[in-house]
C-alpha cells in the first residue's frame, strides 16, 4: 500500500477515535441538564394542555371561588402582582438588547 495512503488511513483512524471520545464526554456532560430539559418538557406540555381545554381551568377557578372567596381573591391579586412584574422584567430585557 502506497505509505501516503497508509499514513492517511492512520490519521483517519485516528481522528475517528478522538472525535468518538469528545462525544462520549459531552454526553456524560450533558447528562445534568437532561432531567432540567424533561421537567421543562413536562411544562410546556402542561401549558399546552390548559390552552387546549380552557373550559376544564374556568371550571377550576369557578369551583375555588365559589368554595373559598376570600382565598381566591387573595391568590388573584398575587397571581395580578405577578404577572405586572414578569411584564415589567420582559420589557426592560427586551429593551436591553
Sequence with gaps: MNPKLLELATRHGALQARIAEQRR???RHAEPLEAALVR??????GVDWLKHHPLAVGVAVASVVVARPKRAWRWARRGFFVWRGWQAIR???VGAR
Design 91 to 93: 420589557t426592560k430585557l
Design 40 to 45: 421543562g418538557d413536562a411544562v410546556l406540555k
Design 25 to 27: 464526554q459531552l454526553a
